[in-house]
């Protein structure tokens, strides 16, 4: 004989434990809202002939008391028990307009809450209908045994509608919920339905009342690409080599933003009737090799509306699609249009580099200016009349012979250094940055980001800084340029980098410098500790050769390199904590 299979009622709250975010459960209910409001839109002008307002209201500050209250003055339940009874069999799948197939939503609150109150109105009927929902109800063997009362006649405040109310919540789950968090979350979710006319979605918790809105887009600055498609490509290999097209009955809009000089963190998605599926970089059958350097770039935003298409479906879980034929199409599609993408992410990135780069000068600049102040303080042997430094070659040569006055000093007193000395106050600061992209803060630079370029600043050591009243500061200005390499007139080979006036150009098209640079996933380059060891070495040769060269060559001796050694180690300190940073980090 045939054998029968016994489900057992047991079976529903496993399913809602699939819901492991509560404020993910009360979007299925807002989502019923919406699909009961289908009744009134209007796709010709994007707007609903009446005034729909869905509200969730938090009650109670206390789990054993809490209620959340979700209504509607929406079109109402058309067959209300029918909502009840036909449990993985919803109508819902024969409206082309509505997004439920299974009617598991409407029991989603078992995974957060024990009971559900259900009441919902027609505009024809005179009185609403009524039925409260028990987890306990669904604590038996056969689902036979599962029963539950006639819907009661009660009064309803709208015309028509639905009210939900959610309550014995457990603590720890009463405790998630965020209205904050939940208005973002229906934000993200329905996006496409905020952007109709005469909606409004509305949180209240206290003395908090929260409107969701559309994402506007527009106040982004960036490029877009847009598209309409009426048919996919399909190149199904397990089939045929060759490309067949397949028509739509609807068409796909592809809408995806680079942004420029922003990184707003909201990934594409994919849509299915009004509702978002998941973050295109999610998707597992979506086989794309940029899911990390596009689809999971901070720049790139936007969407594919899949609309209503039945050859389209998400799966039950609703975070990917059916594996069909047309599901493949689509990403197939997807894939062709990356490079079109692409080329714009490309020219976003290096455009972000170059202000990113700007950050890093600055870190340099002020590293170079603390480290200056220090030699100064070395070159200090007396004070004379009116605050004047003796530098002259005499004074300052001898020192140099010395050690350069690096002996016996440690980091730690070079990072206190000029905090309790009128001199230590006043030489080596740096004063604003550069307006007009030529570098950024210059150490000692009086005039803002251009002084390095200043005729009073040509002369990184000039003495009149050091004269009192009359003191001129002036220093050097470090770029990292993107120009190619200047070549050694002696070796013909590259070079690193170069002093101009006061400027250290440092090229960053080098391949030392390239092979120093790191990167991450989305193709951001990336500070590493080569890095800092580079630009330190490169920065210190042009320094000291200056420094030297205006105080007075020393004689050769070990000290010399230990003193070249110490300052590179000393930058190197300073920059230690940008080890492993994007550069993007800068900004923060």
């Known amino acids: 004989m045939p054998i029968t299979p016994h489900i057992s009622p047991r079976i529903i709250p496993s399913i809602a434990s699939l819901y492991n975010d509560v404020n993910r459960i009360f979007m299925e209910y807002i989502d019923n809202s919406l699909d009961s409001a289908e009744e009134f839109y209007e796709q010709s002008n994007n707007a609903y002939n009446k005034k729909i307002e869905i509200s969730l209201k938090i009650q109670g500050n206390d789990y054993k008391d809490g209620k959340v209250i979700i209504n509607d003055n929406c079109f109402g339940i058309t067959k209300f028990k029918k909502l009840v009874e036909n449990i993985g069999n919803s109508d819902k799948k024969a409206q082309p307009w509505t997004n439920g197939q299974f009617g598991y939503g409407i029991y989603s609150f078992m995974a957060a809450c024990s009971n559900l109150e259900i009441t919902s109105k027609l505009q024809q009927d005179p009185k609403a209908l009524y039925i409260p929902i028990n987890k306990k109800q669904f604590d038996t063997d056969r689902l036979k045994d599962v029963y539950f009362p006639d819907p009661k006649k009660v009064t309803f405040s709208e015309e028509s509608g639905t009210k939900i109310v959610l309550s014995e919540f457990e603590k720890e789950n009463w ?82 933003k680079v942004t420029k000089g922003k990184e707003i963190n909201k990934r594409p998605v994919f849509i299915y009737k009004g509702r978002r599926i998941a973050e295109i970089k999610d998707v597992k059958q979506f086989h794309s090799k940029h899911k990390s350097d596009l689809w999971d770039h901070p720049n790139v935003t936007g969407y594919l509306d899949l609309d209503s298409i039945e050859q389209i479906q998400p799966t039950i879980a609703r975070n990917d699609f059916k594996n069909n034929t047309h599901a493949r199409a689509l990403f197939f599609t997807l894939l062709e249009i990356e490079p079109l993408i692409l080329d714009v992410v490309k020219e976003v990135n290096k455009k972000s580099e170059e202000r990113h780069y700007k950050e890093l000068e600055d870190r340099l600049n002020d590293v170079l200016a603390k480290l200056a102040k220090s030699d100064s303080m070395f070159f200090r042997t007396d004070y004379l009349s009116g605050d004047t430094i003796n530098l002259d070659k005499d004074g300052a040569g001898q020192n140099l012979h010395d050690g350069n006055g690096v002996k016996d000093r440690s980091l730690n007193d070079l990072n206190n250094f000029g905090t309790n000395s009128k001199f230590g106050e006043n030489e080596g600061n740096n004063s604003g940055k550069e307006p007009s992209g030529n570098g950024g803060k210059i150490p000692g630079g009086s005039k803002g980001g251009n002084s390095g370029l200043n005729k009073e600043a040509q002369d990184p050591f000039n003495d009149s800084e050091f004269k009192g009243s009359e003191k001129k500061k002036s220093g050097f200005n470090i770029r990292i340029v993107d120009l190619e390499p200047d070549i050694d007139s002696t070796t013909s080979q590259q070079l690193r980098s170069v002093l101009v006036g006061s400027e250290i150009r440092i090229f960053k098209q080098h391949s030392d410098f390239i092979n120093r640079v790191g990167e991450n996933r989305q193709g951001e380059k990336r500070i590493t500790e080569r890095l800092i060891t580079y630009l330190a070495g490169e920065i210190t040769v042009h320094y000291k050769d200056k420094f030297h060269n205006k105080t007075g060559q020393p004689e050769y001796n070990k000290n010399l390199f230990v003193d070249l050694v110490d300052f590179v180690y000393k930058f190197e300190n300073l920059l230690s904590n940008l080890a492993g940073k994007n550069l993007s980090d800068l900004e923060n």
């Open 175 to 256: 405790k998630q919920i965020n209205i904050e968090e939940l208005k973002a979350e229906i934000e993200k979710h329905f996006e496409l339905f905020l952007t109709r006319k005469n909606l409004k979605i509305k949180l209240m918790f206290d003395n908090l009342d929260l409107t969701c809105s559309p994402f506007n887009y527009k106040q982004y600055e960036g490029d877009s690409y847009e598209d309409h498609v009426g048919e996919l490509t399909l190149n199904d290999k397990r089939m045929s080599h060759k490309n067949t097209k397949l028509k739509l009955p609807n068409a796909i809009h592809i809408f995806i």
